[in-house]
């Protein structure tokens, strides 16, 4: 499973920047770029840190709206990209 980070303003482009979901933990610094989640009753991490590009044709339909986590993933990348 993966989550679609891009927000749908960026809508025409061909691809979606997304991130892998996994069921592995995380412990010290590396918690800030791997948020946890629950999809359908079950935990997991959002990958941050695997971030990639994909084409949108790849993409099936939504399982799950994980805006509630929304601080958590800026935080996350907030922290993988400017150390702060």
Do not use: C, W
Request: glycine content about 10%; charged content about 20%.
């Amino acid at each position: 499973m993966i989550v679609v980070l891009q927000h749908d303003v960026a809508d025409d482009l061909a691809t979606r920047v997304v991130a892998p979901l996994s069921t592995a933990t995380a412990r010290g610094n590396i918690s800030r770029i791997r948020v946890s989640v629950e999809v359908n009753g079950a935990g997991y991490l959002v990958r941050l840190d695997r971030m990639a590009a994909i084409d949108k044709s790849e993409i099936g339909g939504a399982i799950a709206n994980i805006a509630d986590i929304e601080f958590g993933i800026e935080n996350g990348l907030d922290f993988l990209f400017f150390g702060i």
